[in-house]
């Protein structure tokens, strides 16, 4: 039923998940809930979870726009992590960490838990009834490896689209916006000049008190985007107005580097804006509604502790996020990296004693790293320090290259790992800023050793395409043998 009505109204979902898609909103700080333990089974059938209160129903198809994300920073395009930054680890140097008993990993598995959070629960969007149920999932499973697993929850003020439009003056007729990102603005209406740009933005250009709109065809959004956010603020414009070249267009990454509200104008409104712009000044109204509703973003974390429940252990942080943006069921984005974590938890639970194993399936990453900088913040300075690495596992099916790039004394492992096993398709990087946009950043900003898995250019990226149809198991095993072997150097250092 859900499914018909999901295909039913999937035009509609894609603009919606348009707007959610990069951006959700982050409107102030996470309000923490206290962690909880999930419910033993006797009482953990979904339905009697409560449904969290404000929360964003996918099929109620509201749409959620992004806004400003303060508490994101991605790592500086030229900021390497470096090695010295490192936080010492604890173990005493003569500790070896004796790796224990490690299971096989099966890809098959890895690929079995996708398909019941991409296919089988479909879009996870965060605060959504699906997110909790995925959220259920993979504490279930934690459980069954024999791990405690908790729910980590905090709200987060989601602001939800409620018809925003634009009018032209002098005409009755108004064209619909779909915003994508609105900042922290506030609904209103905006009256201001349009400009049309058809060419490529210079740096000495002025747009101040202007609506910028511009043809996605053929450009960078990104690019666009990043060349505002460099504009010195007097001369940004006030609103970016995108026309769409796709039925599906795709959602601009770095969203958030500009601090303006960007939307999406219908294509024939945003064709007939260019005709008129060319001929006569234009002012237009653009009209910004939306309400403001919390959602509860819920980490699942499935603790291994070391052996003798040593408080003082090396910590080893292995994960992925698990929310999908609105658009689609997030099969690659990252219910691969999901997949794998859950599988990992199952492989490692009786692996390198000394060592506690944290699985964590963040959520809220595509409202802007949400659940993982909640994560990080609760986090004391002495338990900082006692985290030797995260592993995050983000997207990593499709594509040419796999990409594992993070600090440098991990790079520097995994190097001599995808070495010796012979792999040709994978690269080895310190972290950029390509590496910013996904959980690994929220602790890499703390100095925690991180190291991030990826493959990019999918082209489902975002889309209600990415479906797991469009890969194989095979990507997930060569993605947890590199993860695996890394780790086994690291640990065996002593
Ligand atoms: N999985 C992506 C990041 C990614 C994109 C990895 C392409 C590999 C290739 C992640 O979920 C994402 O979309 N991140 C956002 C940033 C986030 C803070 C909303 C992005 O990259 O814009
Ligand atoms: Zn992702």
Do not use: W
Not at 383 to 401: H, P, W, Y
Not at 474 to 482: F, G, S, T, Y
């Amino acid at each position: 039923m859900i499914k018909r009505l999901l295909s039913r109204y999937q035009n509609l979902l894609i603009v919606l998940g348009l707007i959610l898609t990069l951006g959700l909103a982050a409107c102030g700080e996470p309000t923490p809930i206290p962690a909880t333990a999930v419910p033993t089974k006797a009482n953990t059938i979904p339905a009697t979870i409560a449904p969290a209160t404000n929360t964003v129903a996918v099929t109620a198809t509201p749409v959620v726009i992004a806004t400003a994300a303060p508490t994101v920073t991605r790592i500086p395009t030229t900021t390497t992590v470096p090695a010295t930054t490192a936080v010492p680890v604890t173990t005493p140097a003569a500790v070896q960490n004796a790796p224990g008993e490690v299971l096989a990993f099966s890809a098959e598995n890895a690929y079995n838990h996708v398909k019941v959070l991409a296919s089988d629960i479909g879009i996870r969007l965060a605060g959504s009834e699906n997110q909790k149920k995925a959220a259920d999932y993979i504490s279930k499973q934690f459980e069954t490896f024999g791990l405690k697993a908790t729910f980590q929850d905090s709200t987060f003020l989601l602001r939800v689209e409620k018809g925003s439009n634009l009018t032209v003056s002098g005409e009755n007729t108004s064209a619909k916006v779909t915003l994508i990102y609105v900042g922290s603005g506030e609904p209103g209406q905006t009256n201001a000049e349009l400009a049309y740009i058809a060419g490529d933005l210079a740096e000495s250009d002025n747009f101040s008190g202007k609506v910028m709109l511009i043809q996605a065809s053929n450009r960078s959004l990104s690019q666009i985007i990043q060349k505002i956010a460099a504009m010195p603020e007097s001369s940004r414009p006030v609103a970016l107005l995108i026309i769409p070249t796709q039925a599906e267009p795709l959602l601009p990454p770095n969203l958030r580097v500009a601090a303006l509200p960007i939307a999406y104008i219908e294509q024939a409104a945003g064709q007939k804006l260019i005709e008129r712009a060319g001929n006569e000044t234009l002012k237009v109204t653009l009209n910004l509604k939306f309400d403001k509703s919390n959602a509860v973003i819920r980490n699942v974390i499935g603790t291994r502790p070391a052996a003798g429940n040593n408080p003082n252990a090396p910590v080893i942080i292995i994960g992925g996020h698990y929310d999908s943006v609105p658009a689609g069921p997030g099969a690659n984005d990252n219910g691969s990296g999901t997949g794998i974590t859950i599988e990992l938890a199952r492989v490692l639970t009786k692996a390198y004693p000394d060592v506690e194993f944290r699985f964590i399936a963040f959520d809220g990453e595509e409202l802007g790293l949400i659940g993982s900088q909640y994560y990080v913040k609760q986090l004391s300075v002495a338990e900082k320090s006692r985290i030797q690495a995260m592993f995050n596992l983000d997207m990593v099916t499709t594509g040419q290259t796999l990409t594992v790039a993070g600090s440098k004394n991990l790079a520097d492992i995994a190097r001599t790992v995808v070495v010796n096993q012979g792999y040709r398709d994978t690269e080895i990087r310190t972290s950029t800023a390509s590496d910013g946009s996904s959980d690994h950043a929220s602790f890499a900003q703390a100095n925690i050793p991180v190291l991030f898995f990826n493959r990019q250019s999918d082209p489902n990226y975002h889309r209600s395409s990415d479906t797991i149809d469009k890969f194989t198991s095979k990507p997930l095993e060569q993605v947890a043998q590199i993860m695996q072997a890394t780790l086994k150097q690291l640990l065996s250092r002593g």
